[in-house]
C-alpha cells in the first residue's frame, strides 16, 4: 500500500522559512515522480515542485523558483521541501504526491495517483 506523509507545516512571518518532508513507502522510491503541490483557500491545486527520484531532475514553478528546494533522501526514503523567504501568498495546504511518471512535465494533480493528507503552512504578514 502506497503511504504518504507529509510533515513540518506551521505558522512563520512573511521572510521567514520552513522545511516540509514527505515521508514515502509502499513502492519503489528510487523509481518514482514526487511532486509538492499547495492548494489556497478557493484557488486550484497547484504544483509547485517535482522530482525525479530515478534521475534527480527538479522541476520548479515560476512562483517558487529561487525560493523552494526539493530534494530526496535516499536512506529515509523521504522528499523534502525547503521554502526560504515565504510570502504570504505561499500560505496553502502543500501536499506531496507520487505517481510512476516518466518526467516532471506531467504537472496537472490528475496526473498523480498518490496522495498525502496535507500540512497547513501560514505565512503571516
Known amino acids: 500500500e502506497v503511504q504518504l506523509v507529509e510533515s513540518g507545516g506551521g505558522l512563520v512571518q512573511a521572510g521567514g522559512s520552513l522545511r516540509l518532508s514527505c515521508s514515502a513507502s509502499?513502492?519503489?522510491?528510487?523509481?518514482?515522480?514526487i511532486g509538492w503541490f499547495r492548494q489556497a483557500p478557493g484557488k486550484e491545486r497547484e504544483r509547485v515542485s517535482c522530482t525525479l527520484t530515478g534521475d534527480g531532475s527538479t522541476d520548479y514553478s515560476d512562483s517558487v523558483k529561487g525560493r523552494f528546494t526539493i530534494a530526496t533522501d535516499y536512506t529515509k526514503n523521504t522528499v523534502s521541501l525547503q521554502m526560504n523567504s515565504l510570502k504570504v501568498d505561499d500560505t496553502a495546504v502543500y501536499f506531496c504526491?507520487?505517481?510512476?511518471?516518466?518526467?516532471?512535465?506531467?504537472?496537472?494533480?490528475?496526473?498523480?495517483?498518490?496522495w498525502g493528507q496535507g500540512t497547513t503552512v501560514t505565512v503571516s504578514s
Open positions: 509502499g513502492f519503489t522510491f528510487d523509481d518514482y515522480s
Open positions: 504526491a507520487a505517481d510512476d511518471l516518466p518526467s516532471c512535465k506531467y504537472a496537472e494533480s490528475e496526473s498523480y495517483a498518490y
